[in-house]
């Protein structure tokens, strides 16, 4: 297996809504990352996890909350979002965050988020 | 902060012609990295470029690494239509990924 998967594909949430993104590897992965991508946009590094642990928060404001449950698992919890939420976010993948600098990222197809 | 700019922004280019996209970067990266979009799609790993002089082709694409000059360039040889897309690179400070503003290519008829 050598794919990340992302799930949902889509989301339309309201802005007093709670919900979810799933990110899921079975690569053997330890590093994760999520990136949030606007529209015509270069991909913005939101978190990174490294081993199970976060150790980047590029400042992003606490609506979203990463979860790291296991090593191939990584969750995006969504709360009070605002209508300039709406992106693209994308998870990734590497072996580890030094193996990333080697052979790049491996990129889930993203979920598409529309906050009305 | 590394900043990455990549020109042109847009390029629209007729099949069986040549071109470059170019990708500056602000500071010394370790690496150079590309990768394409599909509208509404995730990123693909093109090329991973690791020092400087680096050469990688794939297909019709060939990308390359001047450390010194901080450029790395795309090259497109004879377009073809399955061409279009988005074209990222992006350069890394220690585990950090930072991703030029994207060129988005349309080859046409």
Known sequence: ?116 | ELKVEQNPLFLSMQEGKNYTIYCNYSTTSDRLYWYRQDPGKSLESLFVLLSNGAVKQEGRLMASLDTKARLSTLHITAAVHDLSATYFCAGNTGNQFYFGTGTSLTVIP
């Open chain 1, 1 to 116: 297996d050598t794919e990340v998967t992302q799930t949902p594909k889509h989301l339309v949430m309201g802005m007093t809504n709670k919900k979810s993104l799933k990110c899921e590897q079975h690569m053997g992965h330890r590093a994760m990352y999520w990136y949030k991508q606007k529209a015509k946009k270069p991909p913005e590094l939101m978190f990174v996890y490294s081993y199970e642990k976060l150790s980047i928060n590029e400042s992003v404001p606490s609506r979203f909350s990463p979860e790291c449950p296991n090593s191939s698992l990584l969750n995006l919890h969504l709360h009070a979002l605002q209508p300039e939420d709406s992106a693209l976010y994308l998870c990734a993948s590497s072996q580890s965050p030094v193996q990333a600098t080697i052979y790049g990222y491996t990129f889930g197809s993203g979920t598409r988020l529309t906050v009305v």
